[in-house]
């Protein structure tokens, strides 16, 4: 152990109630996972209505910790939507694993900003690790630059920002220097059914949503490679592994040979569905993606790691380390730190759970992970259908799209669902139609919890 003899004492009394003050959150966080298959899955009215327990002044002095922890446990437990349990199917929302939840509390304990070597090395070290697992894992160019950040959206930021940085340094232009005035204009391709966080995230890098080009897609919602919008060397296309909807994915091969043929960049939102490439069976739908330029992704989703924890992948390390670069005069650090490869300076090591789930479950593991779940899609929408319900997509993933006979009749069927307590999921608009979505994430969903889902549901129609 290397805490210094010398300056070891006997625990005083801040000491013991700090201790203690751990354990008793410990027992109540493991209470509250001991009954998460039998909660409410959306919180039920009463215990909405607790949450004005909140609600009090601002102390003028401070109440106790055991106190405050109670509250927050006895208010707050009740009113959680228990996305964490097997039976939530709203977004992609992903149950945190064992493991991921108790190398978190670790992280905690440690306290580490996770900025550089100098600030951490250990948390340096197990990021670099994942890092490298993951482009392992997805296949990706190793020597890609990976950028641990908050979410896909916060990624999505580096990534495009890095894209335009890069395409100006090769029209001769010195973006950091000179920034947007008079900078020779960078145009961005997306698909029609892009994700609202790269919209986003271009919104805020100024490229405007009404310049923002929209490249047609078919009836699954993949782009259309014949019907492609021109791009050259300073476009900027954004393609996408899993639409939220259907959770499909682009035609990467032809579309990035194209726009690869005339320099363009092209970015890849695979928030969720990049993790299909762990999957002997489902990775062909992410053929070509490995040639893009950068990706993004999310542990906190299909990985089943904890908020906020996502990556961005840049093939060119250079281009990411150079637009993120945060480095002062009492602050440098490598290149490849995570505080000059992502927004935060100071940031929590949130590498460290994404690196303890990759090393537990290993490559079977996640691939195990994602093909039950999409063999799980596949047992729910076949259920569904012979209930009656009407299925919107292929489900070649883990998305179960469907709607009933009239848009009223689908919000009813959605509402009546969560109100049950045994079931969320929740609605969309697909090809200007109401439609309910469901997703399948959860590592703690079972075949049986599938079965008791397709009872419930027939039961609501
Ligand atoms: C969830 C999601 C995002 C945004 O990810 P966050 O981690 O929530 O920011 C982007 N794209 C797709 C396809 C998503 O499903």
Redesign the pocket.
């Known amino acids: 152990m290397s805490t210094r003899r010398d300056l070891r004492t006997e625990p005083g009394r801040e000491k013991l109630s700090e201790l203690a003050l751990i354990a008793d959150a410990d027992q109540r966080a493991r209470d509250y996972v001991e009954g998460i298959e039998n909660r409410d899955v959306f919180p039920a009215a009463d215990a909405i209505a607790q949450l004005e327990r909140f609600q009090e002044t601002l102390p003028i002095s401070g109440r106790p910790g055991e106190e405050t922890l109670k509250l927050l446990d006895e208010a707050g437990s009740p009113a959680t939507v228990a996305s964490n349990g097997p039976r939530y199917f709203g977004?992609?929302i992903g149950a945190t694993l064992p493991v991921a939840a108790a190398a978190e509390r670790m992280v905690l304990a440690w306290d580490q900003c996770a900025s550089s070597f100098t600030n951490s090395p250990v948390a340096d070290a197990l990021e670099k690790q994942a890092a490298k697992w993951t482009l392992e894992m997805l296949d990706l160019p190793r020597d890609s630059a990976v950028s641990f950040g908050t979410?896909?959206?916060?990624c999505?930021l580096a990534c495009l920002t890095a894209a335009r940085r890069a395409l100006l340094q090769r029209a001769g232009w010195d973006f950091d220097v000179e920034g947007l005035n008079g900078a020779p204009p960078i145009r961005v391709v997306v698909s029609e059914t892009v994700?609202i966080?790269?919209l986003k995230a271009l919104r805020i890098l100024g490229f405007g949503t009404r310049h923002v080009i929209r490249a047609a897609v078919d009836a699954e919602g993949r782009v259309d490679v014949e019907r492609l919008p021109p791009l050259d060397d300073r476009t900027i296309l954004c393609l996408?592994a899993?639409?939220?909807n259907t959770g499909e994915f682009d035609p990467f091969g032809p579309l990035i040979e194209r726009a690869h043929a005339v320099g363009a960049w092209v970015h890849v939102?695979g928030?969720?569905?990049l993790w299909a490439r762990a999957s002997q069976e489902k990775r062909h739908l992410t053929d070509g993606i490995e040639r893009a330029d950068s990706w993004t992704t999310?542990g906190?989703?299909w990985l089943n790691t904890p908020y906020d924890g996502?990556m961005g992948i840049c093939r060119d390390p250079a281009a990411l380390a150079a637009a993120m670069n945060s480095d002062a005069a009492y602050s440098s650090a490598a290149a490849d730190s995570q505080k000059n490869l992502g927004l935060e300076f100071s940031r929590r090591a949130r590498g460290i759970p994404i690196w303890a789930v990759l090393r537990t479950l290993g490559r079977d593991g996640v691939a195990e992970l994602v093909d039950r779940h999409c063999r799980q899609a596949r047992r729910l929408a076949q259920g569904l259908r012979e209930a009656g319900f009407e299925i919107l997509n292929r489900v070649t993933l883990n998305q179960v799209l469907l709607r009933l006979d009239s848009e009223a009749t689908t919000r009813i069927f959605q509402e009546r669902a969560a109100e049950s307590g045994q079931v969320w999921f929740g609605t969309t608009i697909w090809q200007g139609r109401a439609a309910v979505r469901l997703s399948v994430s959860s590592w703690r969903t079972t075949d049986e919890d599938i079965e008791a889902t397709l009872r419930i549901l027939a039961n609501l129609r």
């Open positions: 977004f992609v979410s896909a959206s916060a999505g994700h966080t790269v996408q899993g639409e939220v939102d928030a969720f569905g999310d906190h989703k996502a």
